[in-house]
């Protein structure tokens, strides 16, 4: 009896130190990416948290409003504007706003950043019927990454974004599960929504047809004009080049000529029809540290804009 005792007081005494040091590395852990979910058709942020994200070693800390909004603000004199758009958006990397590349092109504004990872040009549009009042001055984002595949007619958001937004947030109380829930999913995915490298992205890329890819834009820009109409808009349309654009040299990245010239061809087609477009000028050499951490985004300090 008297062992039986000293067994359950041992046991009881392991459980609470493993909940203590549980609650400890929860409370000191970043996620490897912000934490998000669908709703309403789109995918968004966990709401109203603040949390961090890894930056190599550095970290990223996150604030977001009550409707999911990355909050980005160097001082409370300025007006807000509403931003748009997927992972790029966000700055992943970002620190502060002087440090977004944004703040290059508005730098009078703050930003709440209506964003998140897979949140492609159709879902942008669902976020807005939600998140925009009529008469509204806006920036929409374009992440030339992703985002020419997402408006392509193969694309579901949720085959990729599988938590809702309820489920992310209560997930994310607790970041080391989080990211291991993540990671499984990742792992059993059926439709093998995998991470494609540089090639197999230039690939999927020199697959298409300019002339398709031109006839996507079109069609997504018939149903935005639709919605600027409808809810009285006035806005701004940034596209950042891709990522992908450049090959891996040892600790470099050189511009892909035959990619590089594809897509160039594709903004200046895009440019001409509509002129109000503001695009960013891809550098022909970056040191590879300008990737972020997940190796899949440019780093918000490299994008410049001659427009």
């Excluded at 603000?73 to 790029?88: A, H, I, M, P, R």
């Excluded at 970002?94 to 930003?111: E, G, R, S």
């Excluded at 929409?140 to 694309?155: E, H, P, Q, V, Y």
Aim: aromatic share 16%.
């Amino acid at each position: 009896m008297l062992l039986s005792n000293k067994i359950n007081k041992f046991i009881f005494f392991l459980s609470l130190i493993s909940l203590i040091i549980l609650t400890i590395l929860n409370l000191n852990t970043c996620f490897k990416l912000p934490p998000y979910g669908y709703i309403n058709g789109y995918s968004s942020l966990v709401y109203s948290k603040k949390f961090c994200i890894k930056d190599y070693q550095a970290k990223v800390i996150f604030e977001t409003n009550s409707e999911g909004a990355r909050i980005l603000k160097d001082s409370d004199s300025k007006e807000f504007v509403k931003v748009f758009g997927d992972s790029q958006a966000l700055g992943l990397d970002v620190k502060n706003k002087a440090d977004h590349y944004l703040n290059k092109i508005f730098p009078n504004k703050n930003f709440l950043i209506y964003a998140a990872p897979n949140n492609g040009p159709y879902e942008v549009l669902n976020s807005l019927e939600l998140n925009v009042q009529d008469y509204d001055h806006i920036i929409l984002t374009f992440n030339a990454s992703t985002d020419f595949f997402r408006i392509g007619n193969d694309w579901n958001m949720y085959q990729h974004v599988h938590l809702s937004l309820n489920s992310a947030n209560l997930l994310s109380l607790f970041p080391l599960f989080y990211d291991f829930y993540k990671l499984i999913i990742f792992y059993k995915n059926d439709y093998q929504s995998k991470i494609f490298n540089n090639i197999q992205m230039q690939n999927s890329f020199l697959e298409i047809k300019n002339e398709t890819l031109l006839k996507n834009t079109d069609l997504y820009f018939e149903k935005l004009n639709h919605l600027i109409l409808k809810k009285k808009l006035s806005f701004e349309f940034i596209i950042t080049h891709p990522y992908w654009l450049y090959d891996s040299l040892d600790d470099s990245l050189a511009l892909n000529n035959n990619v590089s010239s594809k897509y160039e061809d594709l903004i200046f087609e895009i440019s001409l029809k509509y002129p109000n477009i503001i695009s960013s000028k891809p550098q022909n050499y970056l040191n590879i540290e300008r990737l972020t951490y997940d190796k899949r985004h440019l780093r918000s300090s490299i994008f410049s804009f001659n427009n």
